[in-house]
């Protein structure tokens, strides 16, 4: 089942005020559902609106093109990479679908994660960090306000996935301003707002040596995962010959 975004969400990822949202939705250009008093918009129309493919198989042929991706192990990689510098990470396919679960998440993530709607609006934001096409990806910030950077991960000379690494400050946010965000946050995504507050005295602000770790381990770490799974298939490869070798080897004694 497709996603549904609420108002302030596609607001956020088409930087656009809830007036211009209520004009599309009057003029036609924007299709959507109540669900009692408040609209909601199928990821469908974003991707429509930012020029992506509809086709919700898209995301079913990202997953299925990695067969029996080995997550876990991918996982425990992310969580020692995570937990060195103290950020969080999750890897994920071309359109943002998440491959693994998040790691070293921070309190602040935790309970966006914790609510449906608000681990939709972080699923949208991972799609928009990897759909961005504005040349080398470097640092982004997802919907609530927090950084990340995204490293490709090949096999076979293929790009199939991403390494996304992220929730962090890169300097000391404006506390006003940053309370008022996360009121609305916290009001958009049924979160209580002062535990929510409160997790977010806990966001890490990146020193510049902490960012440049950021930017070099990123890249090292995505083609870590590329290594295996480059020797996992290699090692499928070898035990599917010796199956071949061992269904034919009675014909040979006969």
């Known amino acids: 089942m497709s996603e549904l975004l ?34 909601r918009f199928p990821q469908s129309e974003l991707d429509r609106l930012m020029g992506v493919e509809t086709d ?4 079913k042929d990202a997953v299925e093109s990695i067969p029996d991706f080995p997550s876990g192990c991918v996982r425990e990689v992310q969580e020692i990479f995570a ?8 890897t994920v396919t071309l359109r943002g679908t998440p491959l693994t679960e998040p790691t070293n998440a921070s309190p602040f993530c935790k309970l966006m994660l914790s609510s449906e709607a ?12 990897v759909l961005d096409e504005t040349g080398e990806p470097d640092f982004q910030i997802c919907h609530a306000g927090l950084c990340y950077m995204r490293s490709p991960i090949y096999a076979e000379n293929t790009q199939i996935a991403w390494l996304i690494a992220g929730q962090y400050y890169l300097s000391s946010p404006n506390h006003e301003k940053e309370k008022e965000r996360i009121e609305q946050l916290a009001a958009e995504y049924s979160i209580p707002v002062e535990e929510l507050l409160e997790a977010a ?6 020193k510049k040596f902490q960012q440049e770790q950021v930017r070099e381990w990123t890249p090292k770490v995505a083609n870590t995962v590329q290594s295996i799974l480059c020797e996992r298939a290699e090692l499928m490869g070898r035990l599917q010959r010796i199956a071949e070798l061992g269904s034919i080897s009675p014909s040979l004694t006969k």
């Open 6 to 39: 609420t108002t302030k969400q596609l607001q956020d990822l088409l930087k656009i005020d809830r007036i211009t949202v209520y004009r599309m939705l009057n003029d036609g250009r924007l299709k959507g559902k109540k669900i009692g008093n408040q609209w």
């Open 56 to 59: 919700d198989q898209d995301d």
């Open 83 to 90: 937990g060195i510098i103290g950020i969080g990470a999750v």
């Open 118 to 129: 608000g681990r939709q609006a972080c699923q949208s934001s991972w799609r928009r960090i």
């Open 201 to 206: 005295q806990k966001i890490p602000v990146l």
